[in-house]
């Protein structure tokens, strides 16, 4: 029974009639609004197949149902959309922003050759008349020309994990791409600003599909993102291809064409992004944690309320838990975690954000330099060692980037079966002697200078390997470096945890695409013998430092990371301590329960009880409390 307006009610617990170890919703307050159209108007619970120790959560529903409509616009899609469809519908929005990120990145490409842009208004090269093309004069130029894009990625990825964990996901993403809009406006003279747009863009979205997916389909969410993100590359390449037929490549046309183009997608996505909930966690986060129990219901679906409500409880939890570590989370101070004690370090406790921030950098630094930007940037010269002429070069590139495109889709069916780390070592192995070969046969095309055809068979093999290079790396190691950051941080400083991965993808690109045009000129093929030997030296590096976060909630990373030892072995080994040594822990989505509530069997926090999990600077234990111990509800409505 609900009270009236304002009035703060408590779950039907009587003195001497405890809740069994099985019934997930503690004794909590429920904070009734007046009534207009209803958050929960309309949804069915009756039929749900509640057990006899669910019977409070039905009542929680019925007052949940009173809570102030304007709370959440009528236009947003939530009220519409359920479950699979939702989940759908985010999926297509997250995929645009990544399709854009993808486009970008591929738009320079073609940008970089063009004749007007790279000799007459970069003057990095001279015109090769015979063949219509710009050859490089002075690669330190053309390498910091597009460096200081990932320059301005780098900031912007900084400036959004920031603004995001105060104004939310959504916002970001509008202002991400009016910044992307206006960068693209100013062309030429707007890498910087792009880069920005570009960078906020990559440090939010990734997270809020990771915040509205379900754990067991997270690897699969962001794969289908990334599918969308080699299509934008696709997009971008063939448009830049199709306008250097335009005066022979000479008009000004074929790079300022490709560069206002990306201005549709950035428009659409500030368009729709508006009509689209907010990340569930992050709301709780904010207190505001009516409008996040309904969206989490909604995502899960109405059949599966019980569920949502114990995954709703596992995340107010765990973010009370984080709060009490939470006053040392600027960049500096997250950073910084990784030193020892003595010289500051450690503000984190057992939560260990610092250690997660150094994965996640050097993850994406890995990433660049196991060989892709290599091969995206230089397939044209590859493909030419073959013997194919600048034209068909060029085509066979393209190809290589539908082929690319498709190669994403294994990691849609693989990274929630296989799980993050075996993908990354069969993706190393395989990229791995790929490079050597491509290396190797581009060296005995080189050879063989008068032998017309062993110089094209050898050319050929060499860029055989291309392919299966690019399939390897769309297949693992292109999605699990974004998807992983979007992973492991705490929900208080996740956004801002994801954007030490764009800081860490922001080096790795800025430094290759500058150090890449000499390591070719000076090294020649060797260069890919560099990226092959980074490909092998990264397994023992996953292998030993990089525990699996594949079907494993968001909540639970704090209990993976929860070691001292930075050894993977000793994070699953503490991991499966604490799930051992509480076996509510380890059942708590089955049977209703919190994932910390596991710990000691309440919710809500309080210090002592010689199992609590200790996540805060000096080892105090912290375990769960009933919240009417404290008599406060649900806050920030």
């Not at 860490?504 to 430094?511: A, D, E, H, L």
């Amino acid at each position: 029974m609900c009270g009236s307006d304002g009035e703060t009610q408590y779950g039907n617990q009587q003195p001497g009639n405890e809740q069994t170890s099985t019934s997930f919703i503690q004794a909590q307050p429920i904070v009734v609004f007046p009534l207009r159209h209803g958050i929960l108007a309309g949804l069915d619970v009756s039929h749900v197949d509640f057990d006899p120790h669910l019977s409070a959560l039905r009542q929680e529903l019925d007052c949940i149902g009173e809570v102030d409509m304007d709370l959440i616009p009528k236009h947003n899609i939530v009220h519409r959309l359920e479950k699979r469809k939702l989940l759908i519908a985010i999926n297509c929005v997250a995929g645009l922003a990544i399709f854009f990120f993808g486009y970008d990145q591929g738009m320079m490409g073609s940008v970089n050759v063009s004749i007007d842009y790279g000799a007459y208004r970069m003057g990095y090269g001279d015109v090769d008349d015979e063949n219509g093309q710009v050859v490089v004069k002075d690669s330190t130029l053309q390498g910091g020309i597009v460096s200081v894009y990932y320059l301005g990625t780098l900031v912007g990825c900084l400036l959004g994990g920031w603004i995001g964990e105060k104004i939310g996901r959504i916002k970001v993403m509008a202002i991400g791409s009016i910044w992307g809009v206006i960068g693209a406006s100013l062309q030429t003279s707007a890498r910087l600003v792009n880069g920005i747009g570009t960078g906020m863009l990559n440090v939010i979205v990734p997270v809020w599909a990771t915040e509205t997916a379900s754990h067991t389909s997270r690897g699969q969410f962001v794969a289908i993102e990334f599918t969308l993100n080699i299509f934008g590359v696709v997009v971008a390449y063939w448009l830049g291809f199709g306008c250097s037929f335009l005066d022979d490549g000479y008009s000004p046309f074929v790079w300022r064409f490709p560069i206002a183009f990306q201005i549709i997608p950035l428009i659409f996505l500030f368009a729709i992004v508006w009509f689209f909930p907010e990340s569930p966690r992050w709301l709780v986060k904010v207190g505001r944690e009516a409008e996040a129990r309904y969206i989490l219901g909604r995502l899960r679906g109405e059949d599966d309320y019980g569920l949502a409500e114990a995954e709703f409880q596992d995340i107010r939890n765990v973010a009370e838990l984080e709060k009490k570590s939470g006053k040392l989370n600027s960049y500096f101070h997250m950073l910084w975690d990784a030193m020892p004690k003595r010289l500051g370090g450690g503000t984190s406790g057992n939560l260990h954000i610092g250690r997660r921030v150094q994965l996640v950098i050097w993850l994406q630094i890995l990433q660049e330099w196991i060989g892709i930007a290599g091969v995206t940037i230089y397939a044209n010269d590859i493909f030419s060692q073959a013997g194919y002429s600048v034209f068909k070069s060029r085509w066979i590139a393209g190809i290589n980037d539908i082929f690319y495109m498709f190669s994403t889709l294994i990691a849609v069916f693989t990274l929630d079966r296989l799980g993050r780390r075996v993908s990354l070592f069969w993706g190393n192995i395989v990229m791995g002697i790929a490079m050597f070969l491509s290396g190797g046969f581009s060296r005995l095309a080189q050879n063989n200078p008068n032998d017309e055809s062993k110089r094209a068979a050898y050319g050929a093999a060499g860029a055989a390997f291309t392919f299966v290079f690019t399939a390897g790396f769309g297949a693992t190691w292109l999605t699990i470096p974004w998807l992983y950051p979007a992973e492991i941080f705490p929900l208080q400083v996740r956004a801002k945890g994801n954007a030490w991965g764009v800081v860490g993808w922001s080096i790795g690109n800025g430094w290759t695409t500058l150090l890449l045009p000499t390591m070719f000129k000076n090294i020649s093929e060797k260069t890919f013998y560099v990226f092959g030997a980074c490909n092998f030296i990264s397994i023992p590096i996953v292998w030993a430092f990089y525990p699996e976060s594949n079907q494993r909630t968001l909540e639970e990373m704090d209990l993976l990371f929860a070691a001292d030892s930075v050894w993977n072995w000793d994070a699953e080994k503490t991991f499966a301590r604490l799930k051992a040594e509480n076996p509510d822990l380890v059942q708590a989505a089955q049977r209703h329960q919190s994932v910390v509530d596991g710990l000691e069997g309440g919710g809500g926090v309080k210090k002592g009880g010689h199992r609590g999990m200790s996540l805060v600077p000096g080892g105090e234990k912290m375990v769960v409390e009933s919240e009417d111990a404290h008599g406060s509800g649900d806050g920030g409505m």
